[in-house]
């Protein structure tokens, strides 16, 4: 008997034809297929196998019901909707692709970019946000917080937040279906030096060789600007006759000003321009630096602050710390010299200058006032 050769049963619309059984050289088994019509359409497709799916005329019968009914989509169509389906899912992966399109001028895009491809691509990139669990993210967790600072931990963790909110705000999938939590991290640490260190610091600046880094240290420690701020810093944005400078793209996203000091004026009129360069402090070729870390260290080092000193956003803490040591300055004026967005930022010197005032008070007694 052929083994193509088509059988019918008693059951309309489904026959079988007998093949090799898989696995087995030997063995015959019967394989059986339906055929029926759905919206016009003509459809024959395979139902199963007698051995491997258990199949049988009758189940063969049920299933050719479901499918006419439209319980069951024939394989045709079904295969065609999975295909489908996988084009369209979008993996963390897709989404961050996306993602860097619309955000390509954010200025956290290219250290995003690194604890995309670093901490997060190959843990979750191809999978939905949805598909996640709570355990992917406890796993994630747990392993960076072995090797990295909660704080790192915590901006990869709202990463991944953010590119599953990215995904649902635009309509191309469904977010995470629990709430990620962040590691708790002490987020008002205010790094401070003593009289004494700072003597030494400024020392060790004077006798340091590089062209910009003690100069760099010295205006954070006079006007607190941020790191990339001074990056950033061109000639054009200093105005020495209003005594001001202009902040280009600040943190904050705005542009701002903040007022130039007699020891920041100075500093400034006395750094050495850079032949064929905009910028204050240029990096390579007189384009915008990108690096000074290494030089920082060896100024850190010879002046000999503690190891876990940040050398520029530590100075810009020290130059908090002196203003609300003055008494002289209120907590308002703090926050805008230091060009904080929020109060919140500017409460960590809250006590150094609650001191001071305690301080004041404490000179106008009645005993001092009759001596």
């Known amino acids: 008997m052929p083994r193509n050769q088509r059988h019918a049963t008693k059951y309309p619309g489904v026959f079988f034809i007998e093949g090799q059984r898989h696995g087995q050289k030997n063995q ?20 199963g196998c007698q051995f491997k799916d258990d199949m049988t005329p009758e189940r063969s019968s049920y299933l050719r019901g479901q499918k006419i009914e439209g319980k069951e989509l024939p394989n045709k169509i079904k295969r065609e909707q999975e295909k489908r389906e996988k084009a369209e899912k979008w993996t963390f992966d897709k989404l961050w692709v996306e993602y860097k399109k619309i955000h390509s001028d954010a200025k956290a895009i290219k250290t995003d970019n690194y604890r995309y491809e670093r901490h997060i691509k190959s843990r979750l990139g191809y999978k939905e946000p949805k598909d996640l669990i709570l355990l992917d ?20 963790l709202e990463q991944i937040k953010r590119v599953a909110n990215f995904g649902v705000d635009e309509g ?36 340091d060789k590089h062209p910009h880094g003690g100069a760099m240290m010295k205006l954070v420690l006079f006007t607190g600007m941020r790191r990339g701020e001074l990056f950033r810093l061109k000639w054009k944005d200093i105005d020495f006759q209003r005594d001001i400078i202009t902040l280009k793209n600040p943190k904050g996203g705005k542009d701002q000003t903040i007022p130039l000091n007699d020891e920041a004026k100075e500093l400034l009129k006395n750094h050495h321009k850079t032949k064929g360069s905009d910028y ?33 956003h530590g100075l810009r803490h020290v130059y908090g710390s002196l203003l609300a040591s003055s008494g002289k300055v209120d907590l308002y004026q703090i926050q805008r010299l230091l060009t904080h967005k929020s109060p919140a930022m500017t409460q960590r010197y809250a006590h150094l200058r609650d001191s001071a005032l305690r301080r004041a008070a404490s000179v106008a007694t009645v005993a001092n006032y009759l001596k």
Do not use: H, W
């Open 28 to 47: 015959i088994e019967k394989i059986y297929y339906i055929t029926f019509r759905k919206n016009g359409k003509r459809f024959e497709e395979k139902a």
């Open 280 to 312: 204050v402090f240029p990096g390579r070729d007189g384009k915008q630096m990108r690096f000074i870390n290494y030089y920082l260290r060896g100024i850190k080092k010879r002046a000999g602050l503690p190891k876990d000193f940040r050398c520029l």
């Open 137 to 156: 993210i406890d796993r994630i967790r747990i392993d960076l917080l072995k090797r990295l600072k909660p704080g790192t931990v915590r901006n990869i």
């Open 172 to 207: 191309l999938c469904e977010g995470v279906r629990f709430r990620i939590k962040m590691p708790k991290i002490d987020s008002l640490k205010t790094e401070d030096l003593t009289p004494a260190q700072l003597s030494k610091l400024l020392k060790a600046i004077e006798e």
